[in-house]
């Protein structure tokens, strides 16, 4: 974001908290909440300093941190009656009992990257729980697994796991700065799913605290919980403190590339090629196909496919096997480079070669802009037609992006069943539409003319991607697929979006609600709500 652009956004926010307000609530109601917090909480670790209310100085600042969506940060029009940045696990504890005893709603936020904005805004009087600053990250190289609290970010996982072992890795989210407790909650992605599935596919425990401030392991919690905040998002079950994740084995040093094609250059059969190639490469080889529209002045436009690749092994290794099953990319020595794992992720990450992987440690993400974006899973090749088809609303539109990342490997090996994710076996890849711009674009005034963009390039590609339902990446929320309003959860409602996440998985999901959470306490827009119990006869 230009510094022009940054400043718009500070004044923005500042007209944000001028003129919003927390939804309706009873006085006396918020209160009794306030009394009731350290009543429920370690007395060691004193919750006081954790609670930050509207009167507080730095709770417009706290607010904004990690509420990443410019577009749903600045539209919001009521803001949470309290903020609880969590210092102890009892803190998180004491916020869900109280909370549900005096009536206010709690939403969740760890790294602040939902894409729908909905771990920090509602319409009903609303606390936000800050896991933030539960952030530890134990790392035990004897038993090759780690335990990672929810408040921790990804890149403080790389970080951690590079710094016990060269040959040690995890897979999970390119960005660095996604928070731990969210990203594994709705399944976990990155550049090793061919090889080692989702992050989820590597959790071998997890804290949990229930809706009744309980926390459990889990044994306590039972095999139907667990399998449910494996990809069917925590926040519908509960609040998860922390994950134990098994390390999965890299070798010393990978190899990555980014070869670029325009459609002058062949990118059309070489993006249709790609498609019949990239599920079917050995597991060690990952390549995400990413077109990027580019306007060369007045009518001169053309789009830039980039082909961008991990391998988990050497250039020379990699180079055989590109020249057997993808000669048509042309990947030669000079395309590729080497280095270790933790860099790679540096690397895809999009920082240069050579930064220092202290940079995993930064923990906020500071270039903000407003954004929306959707998703598709792909069955079925796309046709050479469906592919200009695509060009040519990129080249229209012109500030989208769109990422195609390949299944097959790992991901056609486990069930549909297994984990509450169930987009397995018979996908070709995965998309990405995102959409985004800044101040000098128009801000928040021009968000209606964007997401048209948006669902207009969602709209052209229906043709090609899956149906019945059209399924959608839980972790890419989108709530044009379906959502229910703030404070209500409609089953029929949920059963539209949930089919599109979950797909068959959503009826044992509302099974596994109604057993841990049978009030619905923990709600949002697009939650799973409690199985309905069958009437009486």
């Not at 090793?192 to 989702?198: D, N």
């Amino acid at each position: 974001m230009k510094a022009s652009s940054y400043t718009c956004f500070i004044v923005s926010i500042f007209v944000l908290f001028s003129i919003s307000s927390a939804a309706s609530y009873d006085p006396v109601d918020f209160d009794a909440f306030l009394q009731c917090l350290p009543k429920h909480s370690d007395h060691s670790v004193s919750i006081a300093g954790a609670i930050l209310t509207p009167s507080n100085a730095s709770f417009q600042s706290v607010y904004q941190l990690r509420a990443n969506n410019l577009r749903i940060l600045l539209s919001a029009t009521s803001r949470p009656v309290a903020i609880i940045t969590a210092l102890h696990p009892s803190h998180a504890q004491a916020a869900v009992i109280c909370a549900k005893r005096h009536g206010f709603q709690l939403r969740i936020r760890s790294g602040g990257h939902d894409y729908e904005g909905l771990s920090y805004i509602s319409d009903v009087p609303f606390v936000i729980l800050d896991m933030f600053n539960l952030k530890s990250i134990d790392v035990d190289m004897k038993t090759e697994t780690a335990w990672v609290q929810a408040g921790a970010t990804t890149g403080e996982l790389y970080y951690s796991i590079a710094q016990k072992s060269g040959v040690h890795g995890f897979p999970s989210g390119v960005c660095t700065t996604l928070g731990i407790g969210g990203h594994f909650s709705g399944g976990g992605y990155g550049f090793l799913l061919r090889k080692y599935g989702l992050s989820i596919d590597n959790v071998i425990d997890a804290q949990l605290i229930d809706a009744n401030g309980r926390i459990l392991d889990r044994k306590s919690m039972g095999e139907d919980v667990f399998w449910a905040i494996r990809g069917g998002g925590t926040t519908s079950f509960g609040i998860i403190l922390s994950w134990r994740i098994k390390l999965v084995r890299v070798p010393p040093r990978v190899t990555v590339f980014n070869v670029q094609r325009t459609l002058e250059q062949g990118a059309t059969e070489l993006a249709y090629r790609w498609q019949q190639v990239a599920p079917k490469l050995p597991k060690d080889l990952f390549i995400r196909l990413q077109p990027v529209p580019i306007n060369n002045g007045g009518n001169n436009k053309t789009v830039s496919v980039s082909f961008i690749g991990h391998f988990l092994g050497q250039a020379d290794g990699l180079l055989r096997l590109m020249n057997v099953r993808f000669p048509e990319l042309g990947l030669t020595r000079n395309d590729c480079s080497e280095m270790s794992w933790v860099e790679s992720a540096l690397n895809w990450a999009g920082f240069p070669n050579g930064t220092s992987i202290d940079v995993l440690l930064n923990r906020v993400q500071v270039d903000r802009v407003f954004y929306k974006t959707k998703s598709d899973y792909y069955k079925a090749v796309i046709p050479k037609q469906g592919l200009e088809t695509l060009w040519q609303v990129l080249m229209d539109i012109e500030d989208i992006f769109v990422q195609f990342n390949p299944y097959g490997g790992r991901m056609e090996e486990i069930s549909e069943s297994e984990t509450a994710f169930a987009h397995r076996g018979g996908n070709l890849f995965k998309a990405q539409y995102g959409i985004q711009w800044s101040e000098s674009d128009g801000g928040i005034n021009a968000s209606g003319r964007y997401v048209e963009m948006s669902r207009r390039l969602y709209n052209a590609m229906a043709p090609y991607a899956s149906s019945n339902p059209r399924e959608a990446f839980f972790n890419y929320r989108d709530l044009d697929v379906g959502s229910n309003e703030s404070g209500e959860t409609d089953f029929e409602v949920a059963k539209e979006y949930g089919a599109k996440y979950f797909k068959n998985n959503f009826m044992r999901l509302a099974g596994v609600k109604a057993m841990v959470d049978p009030e619905n306490f923990f709600k949002n827009e697009q939650s799973i709500p409690p199985l309905p119990t069958p009437p009486s006869r």
